[in-house]
């Protein structure tokens, strides 16, 4: 599975949007983009994924860059819960009816403040 | 979505005596695989637990130190053998749900081990 960069954290203001980057630049054809967030104490939670289009779901938006090479999780209006650590991971179809593994990076500790 | 039930929630662990981490899903999957989280670290994969067959382990992780069973679709069990303190950490279960087809892994809330 490709490897992620992500910046080891941002802060963000209650109410505004949070905008989190990530780098994916040997992605392949058939990998997809997965974000998980994991708050303290807690397993980790899906978000959301894609392939190449840009996805929306009733938690956060991913864009993804026309190359597929970087994307962005954006959280439309943050509040105090979303503080957590967000994963950025990029997986290939296992093929069959699996996915497989998902392989976790360092992610970004995102603090969300009053 | 999916409820996994880890047992124990977290236990304290004297060195070198082993502990068996269970998994129950309440739901059919298709994968379970364990992870372990060390203090301030990310997520780590150690095997992929396999129905009715030997568990796929990842490179640094082997049987003798972390066998796994997986009898049936909806249960799993981790130990941990032989345990040292460098083995304090949060194991987690994770799960693919059979027929949601999107590729998303429900996590269960972790066993938290302290080994002195």
């Known amino acids: 599975d490709a490897k992620t960069t992500q910046p080891p954290s941002m802060d963000c203001a209650e109410g505004r949007a949070a905008n989190l980057p990530c780098n994916h630049s040997?992605?392949?054809?058939?990998?997809?983009v997965y974000w998980y967030r994991q708050i303290h104490s807690q397993g980790p939670q899906y978000i959301i994924h894609?392939?190449?289009n840009n996805e929306t779901n009733e938690m956060a938006s991913l864009i993804i860059t026309e190359d597929r090479k970087s994307s962005t999780l954006i959280l439309p209006h943050a509040t105090l819960r979303d503080t957590a650590v967000y994963y950025c991971?990029?997986?290939?179809?296992?093929?069959?009816?699996?996915?497989?593994?998902?392989?976790f990076g360092q992610g970004t500790i995102l603090t969300v403040h009053p | 979505s999916a409820v996994i039930s880890q047992k124990p929630s977290r236990d304290i662990c004297q060195r070198g005596t082993s502990l068996t981490i269970q998994c129950q899903v309440d739901?059919?999957?298709?994968?379970m695989f364990w992870y372990r989280q060390q203090p301030g670290q990310s997520l780590t994969l150690i095997a992929t637990?396999?129905?009715?067959?030997?568990?796929?382990?990842e490179s640094g992780f082997v049987i003798d130190k972390f066998p796994i069973s997986r009898p049936n679709l909806t249960f799993s069990t981790l130990t941990v053998s032989n345990m040292s303190p460098e083995d304090s950490s949060i194991y987690l279960c994770?799960?693919?749900?059979?027929?949601?087809?999107?590729?998303?892994?429900?996590f269960g809330e972790g066993s938290r081990l302290t080994v002195l």
């Open positions: 637990a396999n129905q009715g067959s030997e568990a796929t382990y």
């Open positions: 991971i990029v997986r290939g179809n296992a093929g069959g009816t699996s996915y497989g593994k998902l392989t």
């Open positions: 994770s799960v693919e749900i059979a027929g949601k087809n999107t590729g998303e892994l429900f």
């Open positions: 894609g392939l190449k």
């Open positions: 739901s059919q999957v298709t994968m």
């Open positions: 040997t992605i392949s054809g058939n990998e997809y």
